[in-house]
């Protein structure tokens, strides 16, 4: 199969998509956290080839993007008030719902669940794609199951060039992670991916919120979990990635002492100049939190090499979007974490 790529900037972009979704085809689409594989997720045979091309569990369900709050009533019955204002806050943006699923959804969408992951995207040209093809985009991450997601369309022709129909290029993904999902089908909203959408700006408006123990901690395969992809082993190169916590001084002399040929450094610009020798890669200034969830994946595939030995990671510390960065990384390192003043 030939994979087209497709200039957001043409005009005959969005129909072009929208036709190829309209006939069971796979479109990888541009959104503000990170480039997502869609199918009609209306259509279980062409949402079943999204968990082909990544090699996806068919127990990890999907996220349907829409064009706005309008829709959710189309696919998720007893919708409590909050989505709504949730939706007026934060949507189109990175944040995703989880509600009841009306039965027009398909199982293979939700990966037999009787819920569904609801998401407006900010780009405008996956609404406008979204519009045209007259049904919800089914799509995940479209980086191959369980490597680092996808944040250019250069990521996704390395993955996917000549299995699915196209790719749409919008450019360099400025959020860089996934969306936060929030899950409000219980009594209590529960948090079960951070993201884009900080911890602290949904308690403001929930007024309530409960930290799943997938977002904090390793998930055992044979777990039952709220999201189920938490489980699986995520975002990560071929060879261990190890985080060394603790102030610059601290970890630059750790990781100094036990860097050997062949590991590699993953850090913040600002340390650059302590690791001379130690064949380094900043992924975005510590003082700019966005720039490191923007740089993060890329980081990441470039680390995916079978010549690096050993990857040793800086993380952020603090809340906000940098939460959502830890979680990355922490999962990324199967939360394989180092503090040197503990272990010198
Ligand atoms: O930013 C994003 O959310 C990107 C873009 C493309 O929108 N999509 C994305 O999809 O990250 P994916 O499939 O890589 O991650 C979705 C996560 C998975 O961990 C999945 O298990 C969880 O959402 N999920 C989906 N539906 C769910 C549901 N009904 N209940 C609980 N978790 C759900
Ligand atoms: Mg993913």
Redesign the pocket.
Known sequence: MNTLLLSAADPETPELAAEILRRGGLVAIP?E??Y?LGADGLNPAAVAKIFEAKGRPGD????L?ITGAEQLELYCHDIPPAAYTLAERFWPG?L?M?LPAKSCVPKRT?GG?S???M?C?RSLITRQIIGLTGSPIA???ANLSGKPSTTTAQHVLHDHDGKIDAVVDGGPCSVGV??T?V?LTEERPRL??P?GVTPEALLEVLGDLVIDKAVTAQIDRDAVV?????KYRHYAPQEPVVIVSGSRERAAAYIRAHFVPGDRVLCFEEELPLYGGCNPLAYGREADVSTLSAGLFSALRILDDPAVHKVYARCPVGGGVAYAVQNRLKKAAAFHIIDPEVEP
């Open positions: 959104t956290t990170v997502g990890n369900p999907l996220i993007h990175p995703t989880v939700t669940l819920t569904v992951a998401r995207p799509a995940p991450s996934e969306s999902i899950d079960l991916r993201g709220k999201a189920p992809g938490m």
